[in-house]
């Protein structure tokens, strides 16, 4: 299916130990810097429960069958073929679920199977979020800023706080846990906590946040693109919720201690909201010096984009490449059904770049008549393209690049964070054995009831922290 094919390599675990103590500006700088990313694995709850109004596929695929083990194997080749091209994978662990503490908190008591019984008759929504494995979709678990650019020379996380979906909203507190044990050394990093979970500050993590650079180790221009202001009388989306805030965006700037001048929000088109473009990242992707994005992405196109090529100028002395799909070329409703911008623009050690785009685009005529072009078309900043198939979580709204959440590090860096979460083919190859032996092949909203599948979560999540050398992360582990 490839269009064009890359010779692989295989990356292998950082080895190299810390040479600095003092993560100082100035060091970090002169580092070689490599992003890493950080892709959930799909949890074995995964399901097709309808929960996310203003996500097209989500509301399409409710109560659907779902497929937990062939959506955590489409996940996990997905890391692999990454890997295999020489770039470096981590693994975030999935989040327990069903999360019960939520139901015990809104009034639900006796044993597990009673509360879940229960909650099915009375509160059957709550109880598809507490089974929500959504915790996959990594691009919203936090936004990064890589230390390069933050004043302090740390590497800064916020953790999304995700408050415009329930079942969303139940993951801000397990994540901060989670980030914070994979990079506990504060010396080099800060897992900040999330947001106030309150709409006004709304936030859905690195979905709507992009950063350019001429080089990963280099200062970098970051890109956050909300959704409404918040005041009234601005323009807003009227048929979908806008999920992120003007506000979440200039507070998570603040906490990453990022100069202005090296900071751009822009406010997403709200008729692509009403279209169903619900994050940034599915209208929208940029990686190094280029933007990949279509015409409709943006309110005030225009004065983004010189905005942006005014400040990127002053940091790197040079101009940014933008990639604009016209509306002629792929219309909106098919950018929403193919995910063509959900593609993950990719570096590859060769110096190429590599789109990794969902298989859908493949099967969407003007998608794919676009990307048969797409080097001519990109007068080169985009080399290639590879399609993937993530129809499990696409099911969902979640493309490649939902996947996954992008951390530029060095050297020291790598060293320092807990590298048994890195990708090399010894953890592959135990986490499709641990999958293929744990995970169900069908699931759907009956079989929550089911008093084994719980047992059977508890086991195969004690098992994947060995695998991944985490430690006690869960709760039913401490
Ligand atoms: O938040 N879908 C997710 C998809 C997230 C995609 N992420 C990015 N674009 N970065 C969401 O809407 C659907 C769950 C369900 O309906 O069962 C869901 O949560």
Redesign the pocket.
């Known amino acids: 299916m490839a269009q064009s094919t890359t010779s692989t390599h295989t990356s292998s675990k950082s080895s190299s130990k810390s040479s600095s103590k003092n993560p100082s500006k100035g060091a970090s700088r002169k580092q070689p810097s490599v992003e890493v990313n950080f892709d959930g694995l799909i949890g074995p709850t995964h399901?097709?429960?309808?929960?996310?109004f203003?996500?097209i596929?989500?509301?399409q695929?409710?109560g659907s069958v779902s497929n937990p083990k062939q959506a955590a194997l489409q996940g996990l080749q997905k890391m692999k073929r990454l890997s295999d091209l020489g770039l470096r994978q981590g693994v975030i662990p999935p989040l327990f679920r069903p999360e019960l503490s939520v139901l015990k908190r809104v009034g639900f008591v006796g044993s597990e199977t009673e509360i879940i019984s229960k909650a099915m008759e009375d509160a059957p929504v709550l109880l598809?979020a507490c089974f929500?494995a959504?915790s996959m979709?990594t691009?919203?678990a936090a936004t990064v800023s890589p230390s390069t650019d933050s004043s302090d020379g740390r590497v800064h996380f916020t953790p999304a706080n995700?408050v415009s979906?329930v079942?969303?909203s139940l993951e801000a507190n397990d994540t901060f846990r989670i980030l914070k044990g994979i990079f506990s050394d504060e010396k080099y990093f800060q897992v900040h906590s999330p947001l106030p979970s309150h709409p006004a500050l709304g936030d859905?993590?690195?979905?709507n946040h992009t950063r350019f650079c001429s080089q990963y180790s280099q200062t970098g221009l970051q890109f956050f693109v909300y959704g409404t202001t918040g005041r009234e009388g601005d323009p807003a989306p009227r048929r979908f919720p806008a999920r992120q805030t003007l506000d979440a965006s200039q507070a998570i700037a603040r906490l990453h201690q990022l100069k202005s001048e090296n900071v751009v929000f822009a406010q997403q088109n709200p008729e692509a909201i009403d279209a169903g473009v619900?994050?940034n990242?599915?209208i929208a992707v940029g990686n190094q010096d280029v933007l990949f994005y279509h015409s409709e992405a943006f309110l005030n196109e225009q004065a983004v984009i010189e905005e942006l090529n005014q400040k990127y100028s002053k940091i790197s002395g040079k101009e940014l490449r933008f990639v604009r799909v016209r509306n002629e070329d792929v219309q909106l409703s098919d950018v929403v059904r193919s995910y063509l911008f959900?593609s993950q623009l990719l570096s590859l050690p060769d110096g190429q770049s590599m789109l990794l785009a969902p298989i859908e685009c493949f099967e969407t005529p003007s998608v794919k008549a676009y990307l048969d072009q797409i080097a001519d078309r990109s007068k080169g900043a985009i080399s290639k393209v590879e399609y993937v198939d993530l129809r499990q979580s696409m099911q969902?709204?979640?493309?490649p690049?939902?996947l996954r959440l992008r951390t530029v590090l060095n050297e020291d860096e790598l060293a320092k964070m807990n590298d048994g979460v890195l990708l090399d083919a010894s953890v592959y190859a135990k986490i499709k054995a641990w999958v293929e032996k744990h995970y169900r092949d069908r699931l759907e909203y009956n079989d929550f009831k089911d008093a084994k599948l719980l047992e059977e979560v508890r086991t195969a999540l004690d098992e994947l922290t060995q695998i991944l050398r985490v430690g006690s992360i869960y709760p039913f582990q401490l």
């Open positions: 399901n097709f429960a309808g929960l996310s203003g996500n596929a989500s509301t695929h409710g598809r929500s959504s979709w691009a919203n995700l979906k079942h969303r859905e993590g690195a979905a619900f994050h990242d599915v959900n969902n709204g979640g493309g690049a939902c």
